[in-house]
């Protein structure tokens, strides 16, 4: 069994960076339909989204912070499936996630309700240390160096 489950550990070490660029674009995916309606929806939308963040503390320009919400999300998660500039929309994407999970926390919606925040949020955490992989801009732009990886 254990040779088994070495072998085959071996033997997908090659399709690392297709793994990656299969979630890249899943999850990316996900965040721009997500957010194309909160970037289409205009300043009434905006608004909306934008109040939940008087939950913090932040009373003033919810137009803003709505608006910045969709742009996160949608711009993000184009950035994060092509693997543009990848680490710093994966902060933009966790710092979002942070506030979608604190203001549903604060509001009482409860776990149920915010669990998926703080799932996306880790998943962005992780992506930021692991990389775009060599299927990306970035590595196209030079970037992103993918390491050589050896079989272990």
């Given amino acids: 069994m254990k040779r088994m489950i070495v072998s085959l550990n071996q033997r997908i070490l090659s399709y690392i960076d297709i793994g990656l660029l299969i979630f890249r674009l899943g999850i990316g995916g996900m965040f721009m339909w997500h957010g194309l309606p909160k970037i289409t929806g205009g300043v009434v939308k905006w608004i909306v989204l934008g109040k939940s963040m008087e939950i913090?503390?932040?009373?003033?320009?919810?137009?803003?912070?709505?608006?910045?919400?969709?742009?996160?999300?949608?711009?993000?998660?184009?950035?994060?499936?092509?693997?543009?500039?990848?680490?710093?929309?994966?902060?933009?994407?966790?710092?979002?996630?942070?506030?979608?999970?604190?203001?549903?926390?604060?509001?009482?919606?409860?776990?149920?309700?915010?669990?998926?925040?703080?799932?996306?949020?880790?998943?962005?955490?992780?992506?930021?240390?692991?990389g775009p992989g060599k299927y990306s801009v970035d590595e196209y732009l030079g970037l992103h160096s993918s390491p050589r990886r050896r079989p272990y």
């Fill in 56 to 130: 913090l503390g932040i009373q003033f320009a919810p137009a803003f912070w709505g608006f910045m919400s969709g742009f996160a999300e949608f711009v993000g998660g184009l950035f994060f499936a092509i693997g543009f500039i990848y680490r710093p929309t994966c902060l933009l994407l966790v710092s979002n996630m942070f506030v979608a999970f604190s203001t549903q926390m604060l509001e009482g919606k409860g776990m149920l309700k915010a669990a998926q925040s703080l799932e996306d949020g880790f998943s962005f955490i992780g992506a930021f240390f692991v």
